[in-house]
């Protein structure tokens, strides 16, 4: 079972973190930015192009040419993370083509 420190409260728990929780991970820039979405669109996913779009939104130039690439690095590094909380990004073809944010047990049944 993870064990998460409560932002809130700073007491340990066991077991599943709230996904407001989720919102006080130390994150910057593109990474806050699709981990803020994720969270936003739970528990619907979204489609990778639409991921990178919202990403780079607010971003003067729109955001670099391979946007797609900088975005699946930030995933990748969202998903060594987030276990400790109890949660997880799904494989995205596993999850329907869609990013989204997952319980690692419902992850893990799925997979199973």
Same mark, same amino acid.
């Given at each position: 079972? /993870?064990?998460?420190?409560? =932002?809130?409260?700073?007491? *340990?728990?066991?077991? %599943?973190?709230?996904?407001?929780? !989720? @919102? ?6 593109? @990474?806050? +930015?699709?981990? &803020? *979405?994720? *969270?936003?669109?739970? =528990?619907?996913? !979204? +489609?990778? @192009?639409?991921?990178?779009?919202? +990403?780079?939104?607010?971003? $003067? #130039? ?5 946007? &797609? ?8 590094? !969202? $998903?060594? %993370? !987030? /276990? %400790?909380?109890?949660?997880? *990004?799904? #494989? ?10 997952? =319980?690692? &047990?419902?992850? @893990? &049944?799925?997979?199973?």
């Amino acid at each position: 079972m /993870p064990e998460f420190e409560c =932002p809130f409260c700073h007491h *340990i728990h066991t077991g %599943q973190a709230p996904i407001a929780v !989720l @919102r006080s991970i130390k994150a910057s820039g593109i @990474r806050k +930015a699709v981990l &803020d *979405i994720l *969270i936003a669109s739970y =528990p619907e996913g !979204l +489609a990778r @192009r639409s991921l990178v779009f919202q +990403a780079y939104l607010g971003v $003067r #130039n729109g955001g670099p040419e391979f946007g &797609d690439h900088v975005v699946a690095n930030m995933l990748t590094s !969202l $998903r060594e %993370q !987030l /276990p %400790q909380y109890g949660w997880t *990004i799904p #494989n995205y073809v596993s999850s329907g083509n869609r990013y989204r944010l997952a =319980p690692i &047990d419902e992850a @893990r &049944d799925r997979a199973a």
